[in-house]
């Protein structure tokens, strides 16, 4: 099995449903039912791309099934459990779909939410995200940390949702291609593409109980979520330029380096004191040197970052879209001899 995406261009159908799969052998079947009612009733060429996550259950077997008897179907077996943001990587590699839809597999988003997903996606939107109502998990263990979190990365990031958290979204093709997920940036996605110029939107969505299965997600998912959120605003503010950040840390902790040790030699000139021995002059000069390693680290990254962008090609825009008028055909105009 190949482990290179697929080199996917432009969108070759309507719209395309990404499932990551972990261990949810009772809801597969119910999944495929549900989702092939809900797609059917949207009116659109689909495709739905599961990726199996490394599932130690049933789910291989079953996903067969399922491809076997519906070919619209098209199944990802990962070797092992590489995580949820990696399963949408690989969907959004294999997606061939105007319209990219992800969704999970433990039917607590609801497959007939996906048709309002798209009415407002018709509105000119580039991302449109589910906001869960009703949610049935534990007040403190999930809903209020996963409130906090929300707020903070709504203020951290300037994408403004009210539930990162769901799954339940749908991207434009050019959002799902242009955009390189890893760790566990999967929840970012709409903060990230903010660097496109994308257009956002909320929508209410159902949120059902789980009849089988449990929740793969515990409290510590919070810590991870608070070291993701620096990633992502210093890949928002300071990824072309990460010389900005540590150089204006570098000035910042070299300055106050520099001004203690003029204090200290002012101080030993006018009172002809020992400075050598003061704990203030090591401070003094660890700061300095903290100033210049943190300037050429950003000298360093700066230069990483042209690599990254010159190696790769990596665009430093992006266009929404391209209007021209048709040039006039030579000589069409010109009158004959």
Known sequence: MSNSPENILHPQLELSIVVPIYNEEGNIDRLHSELTEALAATGRDYEVIAINDGSQD??????????????????????????????????????????????DADLQNDPRDIQRLLDKFAEGYDIVSGWRQDRKESLFLRRIPSALANRLISRSTGVKLHDYGCTLKAYHFDVVKGIQLYGELHRFIPALARQMGVRVAEIPVKDRARQWGSSKYGFSRTFKVV????????????????????????????????????YLTVFKLLTENKIGDRPLLQLAALLMVLGVQFVSTGIVADMIMRTYHES???PIYFVRERRRSQPEQAGSERETA
């Open 227 to 262: 070291l993701d959120l620096i990633v992502v605003v210093f890949i928002l503010s300071y990824f072309n330029r990460p010389l900005y950040v540590f150089g204006a840390a570098g000035f910042l902790v070299g300055g106050i380096g520099t001004l203690l040790g003029a």
């Open 312 to 314: 790769q090609r990596k």
């Open 58 to 103: 049933g789910s291989y077997d079953l996903l067969n099934a399922v491809q076997a008897r519906d070919p619209r179907w098209h199944v990802i077996h990962f070797r092992r459990n590489f995580g949820q943001t990696a399963a949408i990587a690989a969907g959004f590699d294999a997606a061939r779909g105007e319209i990219v839809v992800t969704i």
